[in-house]
């Protein structure tokens, strides 16, 4: 009884038919019947599948992962039904069918066997191209010695964190007086209008002056005092002083005999003082205004 069903590996479907007589191994080693090498989760050597006592079973090899049929792991050989599904790491094997397999024609002895055929000579083979020989590989470079790796710190217990301090409550808040409403806003009184600015009349334009040549003025004189007036000089003595009459000099004291008058006082009797010099006697000042 033959076999079949497809393999799910990474997204592509691979499809299997096996005789009674085959033996199917699964694993990631090379020379597995079924080996995928780049599916996560296979062992080398994970599970089988082989027929026995006229059914098909499948059995873990020892693998890390396991073997699941109808996820349910497989601990001994257990009997494969059509519809099952087996996954052996992230590889799963389902749509299982089975067909009876054709037996093989028996030979008779009626028929005589057929004449084989000659073989025809075949050609001499053709030497061998000389293959080249093979580059020197590379000396290994030396693998650097791991550097020790420095030991760790020892951590330093953390303090103890201090203990806050109890909040003061906050004081209630006094309530906030109400708001007087403000008073209405009188409505300003409208504007005038500005009347009309009058143009201002042109101005005219001022004519040249000619220039002129001023003549000098000449400088007023004063007039002559009249002759009436004019106080008489003579010569070598100061004007206003009587012949035979000197002053005293500087610095002296006055000639004996001779007081000076109490000032705001009267003048002794029988001393005159002698008149203004310019005027004859009789001739009176005029008074101002005269």
């Not at 203990?163 to 806003?185: F, G, R, Y």
């Not at 000449?218 to 009587?242: D, F, H």
Request: proline share 20%.
């Amino acid at each position: 009884m033959k076999i079949k069903f497809i393999a799910n590996i990474k997204g592509i479907y691979l499809g299997y038919s096996f005789e009674q007589s085959d033996v199917v191994t699964i694993g990631r080693e090379i020379g597995n019947t079924i080996a995928p090498i780049n599916v996560d989760g296979f062992s080398r050597h994970h599970a089988r599948i082989f027929f026995k006592d006229g059914a098909w079973y499948v059995e873990d090899v020892g693998s890390t992962n396991g073997t699941y049929r109808n996820r349910v792991k497989v601990e001994a050989p257990t009997k494969i039904e059509k519809g099952d599904s087996i996954r052996c790491g992230l590889m799963e094997l389902a749509s299982f069918d089975f067909e009876e397999s054709a037996s093989p024609a028996p030979v008779t002895a009626v028929e005589p066997p057929k004449p084989v055929a000659p073989v025809a000579p075949t050609e001499p083979p053709k030497p061998a191209t000389p293959v080249e020989p093979p580059k020197p590989i590379e000396p290994v470079k030396p693998v650097e010695p791991v550097k020790p790796v420095e030991p760790t710190k020892p951590v330093e217990p953390v303090k103890p964190v201090a203990e806050l301090e109890p909040v003061v409550p906050l004081e209630p808040v006094a309530p906030l007086e109400p708001i007087t409403p403000l008073e209405p806003i009188t409505p300003l009184e409208p504007i005038t209008p500005l009347e009309p600015i009058t143009p201002l009349e042109p101005v005219e334009e001022l004519k040249p002056v000619s220039p002129t040549k001023t003549a000098k003025v000449p400088t007023p004189v004063a007039p002559a005092a009249p002759a009436a007036l004019r106080r008489p000089t003579i010569p070598g003595l100061k004007p206003g002083l009587k012949p035979g009459l000197k002053l005293p000099q500087k610095g002296g004291s006055l000639p004996s005999g001779l007081k000076l008058p109490p000032k705001g006082g009267a003048l002794p009797s029988g001393l005159k003082l002698p008149p203004k010099p310019g005027l004859k006697p009789g001739l009176k000042v005029p008074g101002k205004g005269a």
